[in-house]
């Protein structure tokens, strides 16, 4: 025979315990320029988001546009050049002409993430936001691109116990 008052123990599921995230959706920057290569578009647009109304600065987030577009904007039509470049010469070279074209378009996306990545820890995450270079299916066509994601990070809850 136990104790006699271990028999009635019920655990409640108290929701008050429950840790709520309530984070807002992620702020989605699709490419509007008029070239894409290999889903890399040559720009993003520099309108600001209502979404980020209040969290950050537009000057800021013009000037993180405008060094993403900047770049951008030097090294698509060099992708671009070589991409002809490597489809004329395709037949000849058996496909291997098309090499630098993959190499110089990883290249981008790479600097791409730095340059984010440097954004990011210079001002971003200490407004509580994580900007990342995603690759997203296009609604309308069957073909993927590279979308700019403004997430909001979560708070940490400094009142609750360990």
């Not at 320029?33 to 993003?44: A, K, Y």
């Not at 609604?139 to 708070?155: A, P, Q």
């Amino acid at each position: 025979m136990g104790d006699p008052y271990d028999e009635g123990i019920v655990e409640v599921d108290d929701p008050s315990h429950h840790e709520i995230s309530t984070r807002p959706e992620p702020v989605r920057l699709r490419g509007v320029g008029n070239v894409t290569v290999f889903g890399l578009n040559n720009r993003f647009s520099s309108d600001f988001p209502l979404a980020l109304v209040g969290k950050v600065a537009s000057e800021e987030f013009e000037a993180t546009i405008g060094r993403i577009n900047e770049y951008l904007g030097h090294t698509v039509p060099l992708n671009i050049k070589w991409l002809l470049c490597g489809c004329l010469c395709c037949c000849c070279t058996v496909g291997c002409s098309l090499v630098p074209v993959v190499y110089l378009n990883k290249r981008t996306k790479v600097r791409l993430e730095k340059a984010l990545s440097w954004e990011n820890s210079r001002l971003y995450h200490k407004l509580g936001m994580h900007w990342r270079l995603s690759r997203e299916q296009c609604t309308d066509i069957n073909m993927k691109e590279y979308v700019l994601f403004v997430e909001f990070l979560s708070k940490e809850d400094i009142y609750s116990p360990d």
